[in-house]
T-cell receptor, first 113, second 110 residues
Framework: ETGVTQSPTHLIKTRGQQVTLRCSSQSGHNTVSWYQQALGQGPQFIFQYYREEENGRGNFPPRFSGLQFPNYSSELNVNALELDDSALYLC????????????FGPGTRLTVT | RKEVEQDPGPFNVPEGATVAFNCTYSNSASQSFFWYRQDCRKEPKLLMS???SGNEDGRFTAQLNRASQYISLLIRDSKLSDSATYLC???????????FGGGTRLMVKP
């Protein structure tokens, strides 16, 4: 196991609602990246946090936002949920200054109805 | 054109077979390359990093061709447990985002 944990495991929300997903990084890792994986596709990069600041962002609208805390854990917030936001949300942790290998948590499966 | 392209498969092979996957990437400045393995409804797991000189880990061999911008993965002596989706991954900027291909599905049959 990677030591990366995510909560909750599954979530069902209604269109227009807001959701917060959480991630605890592997011990010793200082960087957290978030990805969205739709069914049958590869993960798509949302953004990355390093030392509590956003350090890169993919092609996602501003209603996708995040935080990183001093203990390197992280949150992903999505406002005004849309049906297309239904996906597996993956968090990956890494140690930026040593290796760029990223290790994934088990993911949160979000369903928007 | 997608940034990272893979043949989606599926590749159906018998146990013991050798199978190879290729992947092409569009950003010539890409710096790091990886193969991840993903089982159904699970998270991707790092299989191996890919180095310019090529590298081997047991039955798995990865090669990188920067001039042609493609990456390959060779699996020898396939096992039933190798059945999974294999994701080709490129890091276009050091420490930044990973760009995933769509994955190649492998099914190893008895």
């Amino acid at each position: 196991e990677t030591g990366v944990t995510q909560s909750p495991t599954h979530l069902i929300k209604t269109r227009g609602q807001q959701v917060t997903l959480r991630c605890s990084s592997q011990s010793g890792h200082n960087t957290v990246s978030w990805y969205q994986q739709a069914l049958g596709q590869g993960p798509q990069f949302i953004f990355q946090y390093y030392r509590e600041e956003e350090n890169g962002r993919g092609n996602f609208p501003p209603r996708f936002s995040g935080l990183q805390f001093p203990n390197y854990s992280s949150e992903l917030n999505v406002n005004a949920l849309e049906l297309d936001d239904s996906a597996l949300y993956l968090c990956a942790s890494s140690f930026r200054d040593l290796s760029y290998e990223q290790y994934f948590g088990p993911g949160t499966r979000l369903t928007v109805t | 054109r997608k940034e990272v392209e893979q043949d989606p498969g599926p590749f159906n092979v018998p146990e013991g077979a050798t199978v190879a996957f290729n992947c092409t990437y569009s950003n010539s400045a890409s710096q790091s390359f990886f193969w991840y393995r993903q089982d159904c409804r699970k998270e991707p797991k790092l299989l191996m990093s890919v180095y310019s000189s090529g590298n081997e880990d047991g039955r798995f061999t990865a090669q990188l061709n920067r001039a042609s911008q493609y990456i390959s993965l060779l699996i020898r002596d396939s096992k039933l447990s190798d059945s999974a989706t294999y994701l080709c991954v490129v890091n276009p900027l050091a420490g930044n985002m990973l760009t995933f291909g769509g994955g190649t599905r492998l099914m190893v049959k008895p």
